[in-house]
């Protein structure tokens, strides 16, 4: 992935940050997902008084991208309020695999300028997927 579309893909995910739904962890996390055909699908995490109903920015992407029809995907950004890069969840690792391959790639963002990039298979190496 170029620069140009990584600085894209890292800007959506720092808008969809700003929609975050984190008023009890006060922890915005917003993602951005790139599909192959070139559309982006943001995403921000989403708390609820309930907490295990809460949902995770990186998966509220994927699952928006996933609900439009769209199976292959190149890449995903993400950042959070903390100044630090965040790197995924476990849930949203496994929730990833479904659909990526093991050279999709992470990037993790401060900002813009400043940020780390992982394939998905560091991450998740030795993944759980049902044949297909
Ligand atoms: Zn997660």
């Given amino acids: ?6 600085s894209k893909l890292i ?13 009890y962890s006060k922890f915005a996390v917003g ?4 599909c192959k055909d070139g559309n982006i ?7 609820n008084g309930a907490y295990p109903t809460s949902m995770c920015a990186e998966r509220v992407a994927l ?4 609900s439009e029809g769209e199976r292959d ?4 950004a993400i950042v959070s309020s903390s ?4 790197p995924p969840c476990g849930a949203c ?18 900002s813009k300028d400043d940020y780390k990039t992982f394939l998905f298979a560091e991450l998740l190496p030795l993944s759980f997927k049902l044949e297909k």
């Avoid at 992935?1 to 990584?6: A, E, G, K, R, T």
């Avoid at 690792?93 to 050279?103: G, I, K």
């Fill in 31 to 34: 993602a951005a997902i790139l």
């Fill in 41 to 47: 699908y943001r995403g921000c995490n989403i708390e």
């Fill in 63 to 66: 699952f928006k991208a996933v």
């Fill in 93 to 110: 690792r496994q929730a990833l695999s479904e659909f990526v391959r093991e050279d999709f790639d992470v990037i993790l963002a401060k």
């Fill in 11 to 23: 800007e959506a995910a720092i808008e969809a940050k700003s929609n975050s739904y984190s008023p």
């Fill in 83 to 86: 100044g630090e890069i965040t």
């Fill in 73 to 76: 995907f190149i890449g995903i």
């Fill in 1 to 6: 992935m170029d620069n140009v579309i990584i």
